[in-house]
């Protein structure tokens, strides 16, 4: 079955700089790739989310990157803020976003102030 | 519009208890998933239901039980629960039609003692 790989397990920034998670999935079928945030005791929300057929998406301060060739894919945040402090997760699915979902282990990102 | 609710919020057991959790989905979706998150891991896919029919099924055993009502609200049954049984358990709906994203309830947490 799919596997996903996330990394850094824990990002510390300053306020005002960029952040980047990556992941690496094992599932070459895999076609959509969420990204979720959750902050503590609260339910993930759903940030952002691409799919197999386009390489990059934005939205704001954030942006996602797909590699399908590496099978990877990566959260880009910019200008942080210390409101953008949470757990992240990003997961994958091979059969779009009604399929299950494998999700990384998450990223505890804290913004400085 | 209401979100992914879920119930109840929190729930004590004993091992070899029984117990059921409750989801009613985001208004216009029609698919429940449930997932399960252990502290400091990523939510793990239980099932899903569509159309009343469990459609897949993660790496859970087969004291993991669901249903889904005509009105798509959905029940997860969990019976001789295990101390690792204790985690939050998330419910996720989404919408077939245009292929809608999973969006998650708060969740239930389960302890077992």
């Known amino acids: 079955g799919e596997n996903v790989e996330q990394h850094p397990s824990t990002l510390s920034v300053q306020e005002g700089d960029s952040a980047v998670i990556k992941c690496t999935y094992s599932d070459s079928a895999s076609n959509y790739f969420p990204w979720y945030k959750q902050e503590l005791g609260k339910r993930p929300q759903l940030i952002i989310d691409?799919?197999?057929?386009?390489g990059e998406k934005k939205d704001q301060r954030i942006a996602v990157t797909l590699n399908k060739t590496a099978k990877h894919f990566s959260l880009h945040i910019t200008e942080t803020q210390p409101e953008d402090s949470a757990v992240y997760f990003c997961?994958?699915?091979?059969?779009?976003?009604?399929?299950?979902?494998?999700f990384g282990k998450g990223t505890l990102l804290t913004v400085n102030p | 519009d209401a979100g992914v609710t879920q119930s109840p919020t929190h729930l004590i057991k004993t091992r070899g208890q029984q117990v059921t959790l409750r989801c009613s989905p985001k208004?216009?979706?029609?698919?429940v998933s449930w997932y399960q998150q252990a502290l400091g891991q990523g939510p793990q896919f239980i099932f899903q239901?569509?159309?009343?029919?469990?459609?897949q099924r993660g790496n859970f055993p087969d004291r993991f039980s669901g249903h889904q009502f005509p009105n798509y609200s959905s029940e997860l049954n969990v019976n001789a629960l295990l101390l690792g049984d204790s985690a939050l358990y998330l419910c996720?709906?989404?919408?077939?039609?245009?292929?809608?994203?999973?969006?998650f309830g708060d969740g239930t947490r389960l302890s077992i003692l």
């Open positions: 208004s216009g979706h029609d698919t």
């Open positions: 997961a994958a699915s091979p059969g779009g976003s009604n399929y299950k979902l494998t």
């Open positions: 996720a709906s989404s919408a077939r039609t245009g292929e809608q994203p999973q969006h």
């Open positions: 239901y569509y159309e009343e029919e469990e459609r």
């Open positions: 691409i799919r197999s057929n386009v």
